[in-house]
């Protein structure tokens, strides 16, 4: 074909596939302060045959409320109140639960965020993985586990024949979420909603992903449903975008026109998050220790050696960004901070002063200097117990703080973290956003009036506008009580936000460490280049042309970029 000839094939409009999915006037309420109110306020979309429809906006807007409602699915307490589901001329709203249930993971598949969160941790993967197409009658089991170990060689996940046979916590974050995708097209659905299947992964596994995702749906001509707020990664996934704001539709386009030519102004603010950057610090000059400083620190679970020789030093009202993909030792190396695995070699110390290495042989006080903020707010906070109970056992247990002046304290931390306190006091977890939790998590660990505070991976499940509030509460705070962060992050946006020096992590060892722009000036280590490439851009071509560059032709090397 000439140059030409390619042109014109590209130019030519393409027939347009049938119509898989036809959503009209969705509306969905949720019951609270026992009356119901609507939260989707008559929302549309349409899906053909082997589209891919990314659903993008910030926490709130509606997008894994929709996405389970096109399955004919509303989460408890909440309920489908109006409108139309039409899946390949099946009115959903008005099938049986039955009907329901035998499209449901046949020829509707659901991949969550979190696969270690949606996988049995008491079964094998395979014989997850082997269930629905058994119980459908699609395949007899062994027929089921040798397509299972096709779909895993397909994704190219390591040892495709044995994978499965393991438990689900006996593989990394980013072949689990492969197996879950896997597990999705066991079946071969016709589509398949996305939701947020990236979100918690470092940038070089949620390549591999990605391009799994990407190459699955190519193959089967799988129609899917991609919900995210990350627009980079939405840019290489869909065909079309639909922009939601508080349940309603704000505007949709496809993919091109809407990164070139977005039309609403509230798409356009989306475009333009993340500009925030503070400046950055430098270490004191006036002879202080570091806050704290790990020294040749060794580790192992069992016999596996998970770190080795680990060195850094974090100084007050500094930010130390510890960044690299998953099991790089990341949070290993805060586990020895806080003593909860004791290092097998090296020692932590704390102003000078050497920390026991379990956390069981340490002083209230030294306890109470080192507290973390948990990625996953959802899972940190019980839902049983209300917001002031949270933050006030620890000003209880450290401070010793009861009745009026334990409230008059729970009281003065939401309004530090920027809650209103009369407000939020009596609520439970449950009750709040995903932004409004991680802002509990912090309040909870301001509570012990700590130093020193490790944020692990704080931002990684909230979209963009809301994790760009946490750091600057997270900022204002530091310059406040001249705390010391140990931020853990795959996120690099987030490290040239915050940090002010780097630490770059790889097989348990420190690759490279150093100031923040000196370690974003070329030349880097090849493994901080890697993170650095790695980073998805605003552009549909972005991950297309990388896995060219590194000589990738589909997913199928993708694990070994």
């Not at 589901?85 to 449901?104: H, P, Q, V």
């Not at 340490?362 to 973390?372: G, P, T």
């Not at 944020?455 to 900022?475: F, M, N, P, R, W």
Request: glycine share 8%.
């Amino acid at each position: 074909m000439t140059d030409l000839e390619q042109k014109i094939e590209e130019i030519t409009p393409q027939p347009k596939k049938e119509v898989l999915l036809k959503v009209r006037d969705l509306r969905i309420e949720a019951y609270a302060d026992e009356k119901w109110f609507e939260i989707v306020h008559g929302v549309d979309l349409t899906l053909h045959k082997g589209e891919v429809l990314g659903l993008i906006g910030e926490s709130g807007a509606g997008k894994s409320t929709i996405g389970l409602a096109s399955m004919g699915f509303a989460r408890d307490g909440c309920r489908i109140s109006g409108g139309s589901i039409d899946f390949d001329g099946m009115e959903l709203r008005t099938s049986s639960e039955n009907t329901l249930r035998a499209l449901r993971g046949s020829r509707i598949a659901y991949v969550a965020q979190s696969a270690a969160a949606s996988f049995n941790p008491a079964h094998k993967i395979i014989d997850q993985h082997t269930e629905a197409p058994v119980q459908y009658r699609i395949r007899k089991r062994t027929e089921a586990q040798e397509d299972a170990m096709e779909l895993y060689e397909r994704l190219r996940l390591p040892n495709p024949g044995e994978i499965g046979f393991r438990y689900p916590h006996q593989v990394s974050g980013g072949q689990l979420q492969r197996a879950m995708t896997a597990m999705a097209m066991a079946c071969r659905p016709d589509l398949i909603i996305f939701d947020e299947p990236t979100t918690a992964l470092d940038v070089t596994t949620q390549i591999e992903v990605l391009a799994a995702i990407r190459d699955i749906v190519d193959q089967f001509d799988t129609a899917a449903i991609y919900i995210t707020h990350d627009l980079a990664v939405v840019a290489q996934m869909a065909d079309t975008i639909k922009v939601l704001l508080k349940g309603n539709e704000v505007e949709e386009a496809s993919t091109a026109d809407m990164l070139e030519r977005p039309q609403q102004d509230y798409t356009k603010s989306l475009w333009a998050v993340r500009s925030f950057q503070r400046p950055q610090k430098h270490r004191p000059d006036d002879g202080a220790p570091p806050v704290v400083s790990v020294q040749n620190v060794s580790a192992s679970y069992g016999p596996v050696k998970v770190l080795d020789d680990v060195s850094m030093d974090i100084y007050a009202g500094m930010t130390v960004a510890v960044v690299g993909e998953s099991g790089s030792g990341k949070s290993t190396t805060a586990r020895c901070i806080t003593g909860l695995l004791p290092p097998t070699d090296g020692q932590v110390l704390f102003q000078g002063e050497v920390l026991p290495p379990k956390y069981t042989d340490r002083s209230k006080e030294q306890l109470r200097q080192a507290q973390m903020i948990y990625q996953m707010a959802d899972t940190a906070l019980n839902p049983k117990v209300r917001i002031s109970d949270i933050i006030g056992r620890p000003a209880q247990f450290y401070s010793g703080l009861t009745g009026a002046a334990l409230k008059a304290r729970v009281d003065e931390l939401l309004d530090l973290i920027e809650l209103e306190p009369g407000k939020y006091y009596n609520r439970y977890p449950p009750e709040l956003s995903g932004g409004q939790k991680q802002r509990i998590g912090i309040a909870r660990a301001l509570a012990a009036e700590p130093t020193f505070i490790i944020c692990d991976e704080v931002t990684s499940a909230l979209d963009q506008l809301v994790a760009e509030g946490i750091l600057k509460l997270l900022d204002r705070l530091q310059k406040e009580l001249n705390l010391a962060y140990m931020f853990i992050t795959h996120d690099l946006a987030t490290v040239r936000s915050i940090a002010d020096e780097v630490v770059v992590m790889q097989r348990g060892k420190v690759v490279e460490q150093g100031p923040k722009d000196v370690m974003f000036t070329p030349p880097h280590h090849p493994y901080t280049d890697l993170l650095l490439s790695s980073v998805p851009e605003m552009d549909p071509n972005w991950l297309t042309t990388l896995l060219e560059e590194r000589g990738v032709d589909n997913v199928g090397e993708g694990a070994s970029v």
